[in-house]
């Protein structure tokens, strides 16, 4: 299958700070998708963004799909911004369902 | 337009017995994914559904674990003889077509004593 490998595994930032998080795949895939876990448990989609650049407010992300990985911009972190990021890659070739990676565990202090 | 509703949220279960975790997808959506998450760790997938069919089930332990979707009805993950490795998460997501943006629902936490 798909591997799927997100750095940094932590960060801790202080409030207003921008960050970038990478999400690298093994192998080509047609579709990505980045969610936020929150400190509840809630999973929130974030982006669909199988190619290009996708901006929603103070996050972006951009997926280079040749060169396989994608990258989550969050600027002006905010502290409702913690919790884990996750990106989602099919399963394998061909597949539709999502793999996800180990994400990354953000913190925001005020 | 409700999302993806799962009950019950959190659910107690003495080893041996069986849980039953439900999932309602949103309105329109005829693809649910059911996925597993152990504390601190990432969600594995478990097993893919469409109305009636088990599309990919290669997630899913072989023994006391089994889903469902009917046609009419939610899709159901039942576990029978719970173990205490059974405590988790579980959450389920939808989508309207395959490879499209998936939904989660809220997860139902499991705890087996």
């Known amino acids: 299958g798909i591997q799927v490998e997100q750095s940094p595994p932590d960060l801790i930032l202080q409030e207003g700070a921008n960050s970038t998080l990478r999400c690298n795949f093994s192998?080509?895939?047609?579709?990505l998708q980045w969610f936020h876990q929150n400190p509840w448990g809630q999973l929130i989609n974030l982006f669909y963004?199988?190619?290009g650049t996708k901006q929603n407010g103070r996050l972006s992300a951009t997926t280079v799909a040749t060169e396989r990985y994608s990258l989550l911009y969050i600027s002006s972190s905010q502290t409702t911004d913690s919790g884990v990021y996750f990106c989602a890659v099919p399963i394998s070739g061909g597949s539709y369902i999502p793999t996800f990676g180990r994400g990354t565990s953000l913190i925001v202090h005020p | 337009n409700a999302g993806v509703m799962q009950n019950p949220r959190h659910l107690v279960r003495r080893r041996g017995q069986e849980a039953r975790l439900r999932c309602s997808p949103m309105?329109?959506?005829?693809?649910v994914y059911w996925y597993r998450q152990l504390p601190e760790e990432g969600l594995k997938f478990m097993v893919y559904?469409?109305?009636?069919?088990?599309?990919?089930e290669s997630g899913m332990p072989k023994e006391r674990f089994s889903a469902e979707f009917p046609k009419e009805g939610p899709s159901i993950l039942r576990i029978q003889q719970v173990v205490r490795g059974d405590s988790a998460a579980y959450f389920c997501?939808?989508?309207?077509?395959?490879?499209?943006?998936?939904?989660f629902g809220e997860g139902s936490w499991l705890t087996v004593v």
């Open positions: 192998d080509s895939v047609n579709n």
């Open positions: 997501a939808s989508s309207d077509r395959a490879g499209n943006t998936i939904y």
């Open positions: 963004i199988p190619s």
């Open positions: 309105k329109g959506h005829s693809h």
């Open positions: 559904l469409q109305k009636e069919n088990i599309i990919d």
